[in-house]
């Protein structure tokens, strides 16, 4: 599903979005600013995190947008039984509070980023396309400073054995910039990034470039500059 550029995917297919909230006002609002738009759906919802797995299995969702606190199931551990799945769906965090350590612990678990339940739906819409590109991190600067403060500095990373181009383009890479931005900004081709970061994930074992990121914040590779 990677390569989308615009509206919808590379083939023209809409995207599927699932909603996870146990706040009824929420899930509908979200169902309107995402069906909303020409290249996007809601497939389904759900009010808590037990039922997250069977719902994902029914609809095939490309993007789940999961609140973190619900009654039975949070949604960090409905997250951590998603990724690992063939297929599994991106997700986002949808939150109340961007200095929540749980949205950190999201993260770990493979949240593929956050927004604000008060975020603007323009950019809502737009995480959605974010995330299934795959080409950027979504999370502020909130997060990496979370990450810095509960981190054990260390060179973990520093031992993963990255070049220093590859170095280079990981802390690009924890400041948010996509590829064709990286790519800008080292005077490089976008397929070269692309290499690059691909190189990344497999030395340090990040499922993607959000894990990756983590890791060189929690690690101390990368220092948050706000």
């Known amino acids: 599903m990677n390569g989308m550029d615009g509206l919808g995917t590379e083939d023209g297919a809409v995207l599927r979005v699932v909603v996870v909230d146990d706040e009824p006002l929420v899930r509908a609002g979200l169902r309107v600013i995402v069906d909303a738009e020409p290249d996007m759906t809601v497939v389904g919802e759900a009010g808590d995190g037990v039922d997250v797995p069977g719902l994902v299995a029914r609809t095939h969702p490309d993007v789940v947008l999961m609140d973190v606190r619900m009654p039975a199931v949070d949604g960090i551990a409905a997250t951590r039984a998603l990724v690992d799945r063939p ?20 993260l770990r678990a493979g949240a593929s980023g956050f927004v604000l339940k008060r975020t603007p739906p323009e950019e809502i819409v737009e995480a959605v ?46 400041t948010g910039l996509s590829n064709a931005e990286i790519a800008a900004r080292l005077y490089l081709g976008v397929e070269t990034v692309k290499t690059h970061v691909g190189a990344v994930l497999a030395k340090t074992g990040a499922r993607d470039r959000t894990q990756a990121v983590i890791a060189a914040y929690e690690t101390g590779f990368v220092r948050p500059t706000g």
Not at 129 to 153: E, I, K, N, T, Y
């Open 87 to 106: 297929g599994a769906p991106r997700v986002i965090v949808v939150t109340t509070f961007e200095n929540d350590d749980h949205v950190l612990d999201a």
């Open 129 to 174: 396309r974010v995330v299934v590109r795959g080409d950027r991190v979504l999370f502020p600067a909130a997060v990496r400073r979370l990450a810095s403060v509960r981190a054990p500095a260390g060179d973990e990373l520093r031992r993963a054995g990255l070049t220093e181009r590859e170095a280079e383009v990981l802390r690009l890479m924890a």
